[in-house]
């Protein structure tokens, strides 16, 4: 009995250590680009975004917003405040909608880690990324009711923890909250990884993900839901699926409602947006993933 247990681990700690060395680089590497956009980018950005206001340029503010909100090194729970304070300075509604939904999705950390994926992968996570912040804010911008979609009373900017005037030892210390923040769901999802490689038959995963592309799309879109934490968390998983036959499509999907029904992210969108807005929210979610999903699937 022992000894069966002791062999288990070692199979488990062998598909770790070999998962480990093939991701490890391009999660650093997405922690540093992280770090240095957030030390010397991120005002930069915000106040590209502020001088937007007040241009004209109208529904194509939507379309500069999305971008900057990928761009955007933050979390939701420091976009919603300083999306809060874009509102309370005029900001447009569709243009903040579309700056958040973006932001939510994807930031220049994760989309470096999403090479890891290769760049076929990224490529469509950072364009459908683009696209439903872009959607979002047309939809938003089109509403007829004359009541505010978003409400951000009590939400004020937070304090930020990038003050230190030795730039590097600013940084560094930006790097290290980010290492914190991302590190252990990097290793669970490692760890899975390792466990799914071990126990799931791969031609059981891909007849499910892979040759049911259609089912294999909804199934996708609804795991995302309740499995994602962390982007570095899952990009471990996705890899591994994605060789064991998931389809693109798939993975596009749950890359979409992943990050979007994250349960931490939720909490804050049903008290910005309220009850009616948030259930649009999420059936808007639901219904773009499955349709990027469903479309990738037939291009690729």
Same mark, same amino acid.
């Given at each position: 009995?022992? #000894?069966?247990?002791?062999?288990?681990?070692?199979?488990?700690?062998?598909? &770790? #250590?070999?998962?480990?060395?093939?991701? /490890?680089?391009?999660?650093?590497?997405?922690?540093?680009?992280?770090?240095?956009?957030?030390?010397?980018?991120?005002?930069?950005?915000?106040?590209?975004? !502020?001088?937007?206001?007040?241009?004209?340029?109208?529904?194509?503010? !939507?379309?500069?917003?999305?971008?900057?909100?990928? @761009?955007?090194?933050?979390? %939701?729970?420091?976009?919603?405040?300083?999306?809060?304070?874009?509102?309370?300075?005029?900001?447009?509604?569709?243009? @903040? $909608?579309?700056?958040?939904?973006?932001?939510?999705?994807?930031?220049?950390?994760? %989309?470096?880690?999403?090479? $890891?994926?290769?760049?076929?992968?990224?490529? !469509?996570?950072?364009?459908?990324?683009?696209?439903?912040? +872009?959607?979002?804010?047309?939809?938003?911008?089109?509403?007829?009711?004359? =009541?505010?979609?978003?409400?951000?009373?009590?939400?004020?900017?937070?304090?930020?923890?990038?003050? #230190?005037?030795?730039?590097?030892?600013? &940084?560094?210390?930006?790097?290290?909250?980010?290492? =914190?923040?991302?590190?252990?769901?990097?290793?669970?999802?490692?760890?899975?990884?390792?466990?799914?490689?071990?126990?799931?038959?791969?031609?059981? /995963?891909?007849?499910? &993900?892979?040759?049911?592309?259609?089912?294999?799309?909804?199934?996708?879109?609804?795991?995302?839901?309740?499995?994602?934490?962390?982007?570095?968390?899952?990009?471990?998983?996705?890899?591994?699926?994605?060789?064991?036959? %998931?389809?693109?499509?798939? $993975?596009?999907?749950?890359?979409? *409602?992943?990050?979007? *029904?994250?349960?931490?992210?939720?909490?804050?969108?049903?008290?910005?947006?309220? !009850?009616?807005?948030?259930?649009?929210? @999420?059936?808007? +979610? %639901? $219904? &773009?993933?499955? +349709? *990027?999903?469903?479309?990738?699937?037939?291009?690729?």
């Amino acid at each position: 009995m022992l #000894d069966t247990v002791l062999g288990e681990l070692i199979y488990i700690w062998y598909y &770790f #250590d070999i998962q480990l060395r093939q991701i /490890f680089v391009y999660w650093i590497v997405g922690m540093v680009i992280g770090s240095l956009v957030s030390v010397f980018a991120k005002d930069k950005i915000h106040r590209l975004f !502020i001088s937007m206001n007040g241009t004209g340029i109208g529904t194509v503010g !939507i379309f500069l917003a999305s971008a900057l909100g990928i @761009l955007s090194p933050l979390c %939701m729970y420091g976009t919603i405040p300083i999306a809060a304070s874009f509102y309370r300075q005029g900001m447009r509604e569709d243009w @903040l $909608a579309a700056f958040m939904m973006s932001s939510v999705l994807l930031n220049p950390q994760l %989309m470096i880690y999403n090479t $890891a994926l290769g760049m076929t992968a990224m490529l !469509i996570r950072l364009l459908s990324c683009y696209i439903c912040g +872009v959607a979002a804010g047309l939809l938003v911008g089109i509403k007829d009711s004359p =009541k505010p979609f978003f409400n951000f009373e009590g939400f004020l900017p937070g304090k930020s923890h990038d003050t #230190d005037p030795n730039l590097f030892l600013r &940084f560094l210390k930006n790097l290290g909250r980010n290492i =914190k923040a991302t590190g252990v769901y990097f290793l669970i999802g490692i760890l899975l990884s390792a466990l799914f490689q071990r126990y799931v038959p791969s031609e059981q /995963f891909a007849e499910l &993900f892979g040759v049911h592309r259609g089912f294999g799309v909804l199934l996708a879109a609804t795991v995302g839901v309740p499995l994602y934490a962390c982007g570095g968390g899952t990009i471990p998983l996705l890899q591994e699926w994605l060789v064991s036959g %998931m389809s693109m499509g798939s $993975a596009a999907a749950f890359m979409v *409602t992943g990050p979007a *029904t994250k349960i931490t992210n939720l909490g804050a969108l049903k008290i910005v947006l309220g !009850i009616k807005n948030f259930v649009i929210y @999420l059936v808007y +979610v %639901m $219904a &773009f993933s499955l +349709v *990027t999903g469903l479309l990738i699937n037939v291009v690729l």
